[in-house]
């Protein structure tokens, strides 16, 4: 075994956006690539499926996973857990909202999902909503009254704020209204891949400022202008962040997708790409048509491993390899979750 391959065994694994996770057949590709932990999307920013009926079934459609499947799976609501599914070798799993549509109109829903063991919540998904506006709106006019009411609700529950697919004004907006660190889940540098869905590098610092951490994305979409990007694509915007604020404020959010290359064929990836088009949650300007191909060498959640001998080769320190991985976005939970 090679000191990368020993690195990544001993280490905590936490991928920050897995919308993959809904597939119960690929839970064992994310424990064979020593993935610990996994924040499954389980609420949705878009019209159709980001409604409380719909999300409150997918709720229980999990809490039923975690009752027939507990010799594999393990509810995180706690850091205790996360340390638990390790020691356990489980596959632990935290609840995880991709914008804010499941709470409507009603600020009481916050502390009901975060009861049913919601603990991370993106603030919006790419348009705009009643808290706010998303990153592919042409006029971001901010946080929402609404949205300020969100941002102080989930402070006071324990339930992390992420700016993932959220506007520029809007993420700004809420990093000032917040009390607790503000994360980006998943999101890669503008400066190395020119997409509205990447981060600029003011945004970037202000997320660290707040105590945060930014989670490095696949999609190929942001990786590189091309269709087939490469692991080193995706290494390129771990360097040029490190650089930027420091390795202990990075984090992994790959966003493996449940329609993308190696998982749905191409004709089901289309319909489901022009469903997202029509309905206002993607945008041709940011996101490319399918096939979407995940960098070379870590297509898929059981080559993660490659991620960690990729970070190694670039020289990173085994600290700074443990934090990326895991310890570091572990220690935003440790100040919000309750």
């Known amino acids: 075994m090679s000191k990368a391959e020993k690195i990544h065994d001993d280490s905590i694994v936490i991928d920050a956006t897995c919308p993959l996770a809904v597939l119960d057949q690929y839970h064992d590709n994310y424990m064979k690539g020593g993935v610990t932990v996994v924040a499954a999307t389980v609420g949705y920013g878009a019209a159709e499926i980001g409604t409380m009926d719909f999300t409150m079934k997918n709720l229980g459609q999990w809490l039923s996973k975690f009752r027939n499947n507990s010799k594999k799976l393990l509810h995180v609501t706690s850091v205790d857990d996360i340390f638990k599914a390790k020691a356990e070798g489980k596959l632990g799993v935290i609840f995880h909202f991709q914008g804010s549509k499941p709470f409507e109109d009603d600020i009481n829903s916050v502390e009901l999902y975060y009861r049913l063991g919601v603990r991370m919540g993106q603030l919006c998904y790419n348009a705009k909503d009643l808290v706010g506006c998303g990153c592919a709106v042409e006029e971001d006019t901010g946080l929402t009254e609404f949205g300020e009411q969100v941002v102080g609700e989930m402070n006071r529950l324990g339930i992390v704020v992420d700016c993932a697919h959220t506007g520029y004004q809007t993420t700004m907006d809420a990093i000032e209204a917040s009390k607790s660190p503000v994360i980006i889940s998943h999101g890669n540098a503008r400066a190395i891949c020119n997409n509205r869905r990447n981060i600029e590098d003011d945004l970037i610092k202000a997320i660290v400022k707040s105590g945060g951490v930014v989670g490095f994305n696949g999609f190929p979409g942001f990786v590189a202008d091309k269709m087939k990007p490469t692991l080193d694509d995706m290494l390129d915007h771990v360097d040029y962040m490190v650089k930027l604020v420091g390795a ?90 309750q």
């Open 248 to 337: 202990e404020h990075i984090c992994v959010g790959i966003d493996y997708y449940e329609y993308q290359a190696g998982v749905a064929d191409e004709e089901t990836a289309q319909l489901i790409y022009q469903y997202l088009l029509d309905s206002g949650a993607w945008a041709p300007g940011e996101y490319p048509p399918p096939p979407w191909y995940y960098p070379q060498g870590i297509e898929m959640p059981e080559k993660m491993k490659n991620l960690t001998i990729g970070l190694h080769k670039r020289g990173y320190s085994e600290e700074d390899i443990k934090g990326i991985l895991g310890l570091n976005i572990i220690r935003v939970f440790k100040e919000i979750w």
